[in-house]
C-alpha cells in the first residue's frame, strides 16, 4: 500500500454544541457539551488514514505550546508518522471554535495563526522522500504556502514520482482561484467542496465546474457536492456522480470533507479507480458525520468496506 504525506492547515478544535446563537452580550446560556480535539484539513486527513489503517505521515506547523503539545501528542497516539511537525516559539497554534447546530451543521471561528505562517521550508526533505502520494489540505488557508511556494512542491513531487492530491477550505479573504492557479497544472487530482469550486470558477452547476477546473490543469477532478455524493471527472472520460450514503441523523458534519478525502486517498494508495476510490471515500464520510468530531466516529478499512457492500447489494 502507498504511503501517503498529509502537509498543510493543522487547528485545535474547540467544539461547542449546540451553539445556533450567541447569547446577548452581559448574559449566559448553558450549552451541552464542549470538546478539544485535533483538527485542521490537513490534520484531520493523516488521523482518519491512519484510523483506516494507511500508512501516513504529517507535515505541518504549530506552536511550542500547550496546544500544539497536543496535536503531537494526539496525532502520535493515533498512529500518525508525527516526525514532519515542526514547532516553532514565534507562532501560536491555530485554533477554531466550531459551533454546532442542532441540524449538525457547523461554523466556524478561526484564528489562522500557525497555519497561515507554515512555509514549503518547514517541509523537510526527508518525510517528502518517504511518501509515494503528496497531498496538501486547507489550500486557501495557508497564507505563506498558498500559489508559488505550492507550485514548486508539487512540481518536486512529480519529478520524484509522487503522486499530487490537493483540497481546498472556504477562503476568509475571499481571494479563491488566484491563491491556487499557480500550481493546479501541477496536480494529478483537485478535490474541492462544490461551494469552494463554484468560487473557483464562477460556475454553480457540478458538471460545469468539473468541466472548466479541466482548462486550468488539473489531470483528474473530483467535486464534493455533500448529501448527493461526489462527481469524479478523470481526464479523457465522462464524469460520473457517485451518490452519498444516506445519513438520517447527522450527529456532527465537522471533517465530513476531511474524511472524503482520507477515503479517496486510500483508495489512491490501494491503486483502486477514481469511483471506487469515491464510494470508500463517500463511506467514510458516512461514518465520520454519527460522531462528534472530525475524526472520532472514522473506523477500520474493513468496516468501510462490509458498510459498503451491505449498502449496495
Known amino acids: 500500500m502507498k504511503k501517503i504525506l498529509c502537509i498543510g492547515s493543522v487547528t485545535v478544535d474547540i467544539i461547542v454544541k449546540p451553539a445556533s446563537t450567541v447569547p446577548a452580550p452581559g448574559t449566559l446560556r448553558a450549552v451541552e457539551s464542549v470538546s478539544t480535539l485535533v483538527g485542521g484539513c490537513a490534520t484531520n486527513c493523516a488521523n482518519d488514514l491512519a484510523k483506516l489503517g494507511v500508512p501516513v505521515s504529517i ?108 483540497d481546498t477550505a472556504w477562503d476568509f479573504d475571499d481571494v479563491w482561484l488566484p491563491k491556487i492557479e499557480a500550481c493546479l497544472p501541477e496536480l494529478d487530482y483537485f478535490i474541492p467542496s462544490i461551494e469552494e469550486a463554484a468560487k473557483i470558477t464562477g460556475e454553480e452547476d457540478p458538471y460545469k465546474i468539473a468541466e472548466k477546473l479541466h482548462t486550468m490543469g488539473p489531470t483528474n477532478i473530483v467535486v464534493k457536492v455533500g448529501k448527493d455524493g461526489a462527481l469524479v471527472s478523470p481526464h479523457g472520460e465522462e464524469p460520473t456522480l457517485v451518490p452519498a450514503f444516506l445519513v438520517e441523523h447527522p450527529v456532527d458534519t465537522t471533517g465530513a470533507g476531511d474524511s472524503f478525502c482520507s477515503g479517496f486517498l486510500t483508495g489512491l494508495a490501494n491503486d483502486w479507480d477514481m469511483v471506487k476510490a469515491a464510494q470508500f471515500g463517500n463511506g467514510v464520510g458516512a461514518h465520520c458525520v454519527q460522531a462528534l468530531g472530525a475524526s472520532t466516529g472514522i473506523p477500520s478499512m474493513q468496516t468501510v468496506l462490509d458498510f459498503i457492500a451491505e449498502k449496495t447489494k
Open 59 to 166: 507535515s505541518c506547523l504549530v506552536g511550542n505550546d500547550m496546544m500544539g503539545d497536543f496535536v503531537k501528542k494526539e496525532m502520535t497516539a493515533c498512529g500518525v508518522d508525527t516526525k514532519g511537525i515542526v514547532q516553532r516559539d514565534d507562532v501560536q497554534t491555530t485554533v477554531s471554535v466550531v459551533c454546532i447546530y442542532e441540524s449538525g451543521e457547523r461554523s466556524f471561528l478561526y484564528n489562522p495563526a500557525s497555519s497561515a505562517a507554515f512555509t514549503l521550508e518547514d517541509i523537510s526533505d526527508e518525510v517528502l522522500a518517504d511518501c509515494d502520494i503528496v497531498f496538501v489540505g486547507g489550500a486557501m488557508l495557508l497564507t505563506s504556502f498558498d500559489g508559488e511556494p505550492t507550485r514548486k512542491l508539487m512540481k518536486r513531487a512529480r519529478e520524484m514520482g509522487k503522486i499530487t492530491v490537493l
